[in-house]
């Protein structure tokens, strides 16, 4: 039974990823956009999307976790108990830009519309930051000044400015400015980022 039941499973699944795409691009030109607009562009009728998603809401819901989903898979490329804290925050960032820039409009829609499915989805995410962040203040490369959790929402607060901004500089500007926040001194932040970018195979930096 199970196995006959595969390939529709694979279709439904299939069905889910073209609808929270498509959705992600239609939100993104227009929050205010309806469901008739996400199934239109997903290619498919609305019943077929409310099968999948009841509500708007839970649509939205559900990118956001996806989006959450692709920053926490970063994780696992992530040191926490590194000689050089700095590097690893560096790589973290540079890591999770791309993403951030796609869900950038789902995540200020959620803001408004799904707050707390927001902060729930990137709470794992946003507590292994601090597991980092206080790392590398037990170190003594990162400031003491305040504590990991609030330094943490103080990293993900200057990307968002970034994001907001539309700056130009991309991911190792918002890397750079990240440690300058925690305290790193220039010249030693701008090495983290050379470093951490050469480690994924790109040489540029700040």
Request: aromatic residues 4%; contains cysteine; glycine residues 6%.
């Amino acid at each position: 039974m199970a196995a006959r039941d595969t390939p529709t499973l694979r279709a439904r699944e299939r069905n889910r990823l073209v609808i929270l795409d498509a959705a992600r691009r239609v939100l993104a030109d227009d929050p205010g956009a309806g469901m008739d607009d996400i199934a239109a562009a997903a290619g498919m009728v609305r019943r077929t999307l409310y099968g999948h998603f009841p509500t708007r809401q839970e649509l939205v819901v559900n990118l956001v976790r996806a989006g959450a989903e692709e920053f926490i898979a970063h994780l696992d490329e992530i040191d926490q108990c590194a000689e050089d804290p700095s590097v690893e925050m560096a790589a973290l960032v540079l890591g999770t830009w791309e993403a951030a820039q796609r869900f950038t409009p789902v995540i200020a829609l959620a803001r408004r519309e799904a707050n707390e499915a927001l902060y729930t989805a990137m709470e794992p995410f946003n507590s292994r930051v601090a597991v980092l962040i206080g790392h590398g203040q037990r170190l003594g490369v990162f400031a003491n000044d305040a504590a990991p959790d609030v330094l943490a929402r103080v990293v993900d607060a200057t990307a968002q400015a970034f994001l907001s901004a539309q700056e130009d500089g991309g991911a190792a500007d918002v890397a750079f400015t990240a440690l300058l926040t925690l305290g790193v001194p220039a010249r030693k932040a701008r090495a983290s980022v050379r470093s951490a970018r050469t480690r994924q195979g790109s040489c540029d930096g700040p």
